[in-house]
C-alpha cells in the first residue's frame, strides 16, 4: 500500500476523486456547487520544496498572493515562515491580517498610489519594489512626510523572453513593467540622491507559467552583470528579487518542469556569490495544483454534430480558459470506464468565450453529476466576477478528513444589498 506520503492530494479513491481524505461527493452535498476546493496539505508540500530548495542560502521565500488571497492560504504559508509578495494595498491588508510579520513583505505592483505608500511605510514593510521613476519620487516624498527612508529595490526589466502566454509575459522591453536594464543605472544613481530612499535591491519577474530555466538563467546572468556595474558605481545592494513565475503541469502532456530545487540550484550558481539575500516570490507553483473546481453539470445539449457538456461553474468563476486560452484538465469525479467522446464543455454564461474546453474527450454525464476541474488553485478565485447576477464561488480548505468553508457563497440578498441609491452631497 502507498504511504500517506507519496500519494497526492488529489486521486481517485475507489474510483470516486477525493481530496486528502474527502471524498467530492460529500463536500458537493454540504457546500454546493461550484465550489473552490483545496488541499492543505499539498500547499503546505508546495511550500516545503521551496524552503528546502532554498536552505543554506540567505534566502527569504514570499508568497505571491495575488495567486489566491484567501486569508486561510495565506496563512497556511505565513505558519511555515512564508513572507508574502503584495502587489496593491487590498492583498498588503490581507497578508497583515494573515499574520505575515511586515519585515517579510514586499510590495511589488506597477503603479503603487499615496494611500498605498502611506499604508505600507507604516506598516514597516521588508521593501517596495519600485517600478518607475515618478513612483520612485512619490515614494520618496512619502517616507519624507513621515521622516523615513523608504526601504526600496528597482525592478528592472531584464529584456528575456520568458517563452509564455503573451498575456502572462512581464520581462521584456514591450512590457509596462520595471525599468529597462540599459537604463536602470541612471535610476539607481538618481534613487542614491534622493533623501526618503534608502536602496536595498534589484528585482526582476518575468513572467508565470515558465516551463524553462532558460529564461532564469540568462536573467541572472543578466543580474549578477549589472550588480556589478552597480558595485562600480558605488551602489552596493543587500537583497536581489528574483520573483516567482515557475509554472505547474496543466497539461496531461506536460513534459518535465523545473522544481524549486532546480531555480535554487541556477539561483546559487549565478547570484550565490554576490553577498547579497535573495527573495523567491512563488505564486502559483504553491497552490495551482493544490485546489479544483467542483462542478456539476446541468444539461448534455447536442447541436450539429457536436456535444455540449454544460456545467455549473462558468468563465466568471474562472476566467483561465477565457482569458488566456489555458487548458485545465476536466475529469468525472465518478469514474465509470465507460468509453469517452468528444464534448465542448461550458458554462452557462451568455458569451462564447464561456468555454473551458472544446472537443474533450469526456465518458457519457447526465445532469447532475459532478465534474472537477483541476489545478485551478492559483488565479482562479481571485479573478472571479459576479457577471450575470452569478455569486461568487464559495472556497472550501481540507485538511485531512476535516473540512472548513474558508470564504462563504453570498445570497442574491447580499449581492442586492451592495447596489444602493444614496445621494451624493454636493455642499
Ligand atoms: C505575479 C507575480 C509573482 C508570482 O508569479 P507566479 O507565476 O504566480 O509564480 C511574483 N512576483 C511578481 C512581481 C508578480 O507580479
Redesign the pocket.
Known amino acids: 500500500m502507498p504511504s500517506k506520503k507519496s500519494r497526492p492530494a488529489i486521486h481517485y479513491r475507489d474510483d470516486i476523486l477525493t481530496i486528502e481524505d474527502i471524498p467530492l461527493p460529500a463536500l458537493a452535498e454540504r457546500v454546493g456547487t461550484p465550489a473552490y476546493i483545496y488541499s492543505r496539505a499539498a500547499m503546505q508540500a508546495a511550500y516545503a520544496r521551496y524552503r528546502d530548495a532554498f536552505e543554506g542560502m540567505d534566502a527569504l521565500v514570499c508568497y505571491?498572493v495575488?495567486?489566491n488571497t484567501n486569508l486561510s492560504v495565506i496563512r497556511t504559508f505565513a505558519d511555515m515562515g512564508s513572507g508574502a509578495?503584495v502587489?496593491s494595498g487590498g492583498e498588503l491588508r490581507r497578508a497583515l491580517a494573515a499574520g505575515v510579520p511586515a519585515r517579510r513583505i514586499v510590495f511589488?505592483g506597477v503603479a503603487k498610489t499615496r494611500e498605498e505608500i502611506d499604508f505600507a511605510l507604516n506598516a514597516d514593510i521588508l521593501q517596495f519594489?519600485v517600478e518607475s521613476e515618478p513612483e520612485l519620487k512619490a515614494i520618496s516624498a512619502a517616507a519624507m512626510a513621515f521622516g523615513r527612508r523608504a526601504r526600496i529595490a528597482i525592478r528592472v526589466n531584464p529584456d528575456v523572453d520568458a517563452g509564455t502566454h503573451a498575456k502572462i509575459s512581464t520581462g521584456l522591453t514591450e512590457n509596462k513593467f520595471g525599468i529597462a536594464l540599459n537604463r536602470a543605472l541612471g535610476v539607481f544613481r538618481e534613487a542614491k540622491t534622493l533623501p526618503g530612499i534608502d536602496i536595498q535591491g534589484v528585482a526582476v519577474?518575468i513572467g508565470?507559467?515558465l516551463t524553462s530555466l532558460a529564461p532564469y538563467g540568462l536573467t541572472f546572468d543578466r543580474i549578477a552583470a549589472f550588480v556589478g556595474q552597480l558595485a562600480a558605481a558605488g551602489i552596493k545592494l543587500s537583497t536581489i528579487d528574483i520573483?516567482?513565475?515557475?509554472g505547474i503541469a496543466y497539461h496531461e502532456d506536460t513534459g518535465p518542469i523545473p522544481t524549486p530545487a532546480d531555480l535554487a540550484k541556477l539561483a546559487r550558481e549565478r547570484l550565490g556569490g554576490l553577498g547579497c539575500r535573495l527573495i523567491v516570490?512563488?505564486?502559483?507553483?504553491l497552490v495551482g495544483a493544490a485546489g479544483l473546481l467542483l462542478t456539476r453539470v446541468i444539461y448534455e445539449k447536442h447541436g450539429g454534430d457536436r456535444r455540449f457538456l454544460i456545467l455549473d461553474g462558468a468563465m466568471n468563476d474562472l476566467m483561465r480558459p477565457a482569458l488566456y486560452d489555458a487548458y485545465h484538465r476536466i475529469v468525472p469525479v465518478v469514474r465509470t470506464g465507460a468509453p469517452e467522446s468528444p464534448a465542448d464543455i461550458v458554462g452557462p454564461v451568455c458569451e462564447t468565450g464561456d468555454t473551458f474546453a472544446r472537443a474533450r474527450p469526456m465518458p457519457p454525464l447526465q445532469p447532475g453529476d459532478l465534474v472537477a476541474i483541476l489545478d485551478a488553485g492559483?488565479y482562479g478565485a481571485v479573478m472571479a466576477s459576479t457577471y450575470n447576477a452569478r455569486p461568487l464561488v464559495p472556497e472550501v480548505m481540507v485538511d485531512g478528513g476535516s473540512a472548513s468553508i474558508i470564504r462563504e457563497r453570498p445570497s442574491h440578498a447580499d449581492m442586492m444589498a451592495l447596489d444602493s441609491n444614496r445621494a451624493i452631497a454636493f455642499a
Open positions: 505571491a495575488k495567486a509578495d502587489v511589488s519594489n519577474h508565470s507559467q520573483g516567482g513565475g515557475l516570490e512563488p505564486g502559483r507553483s492559483a
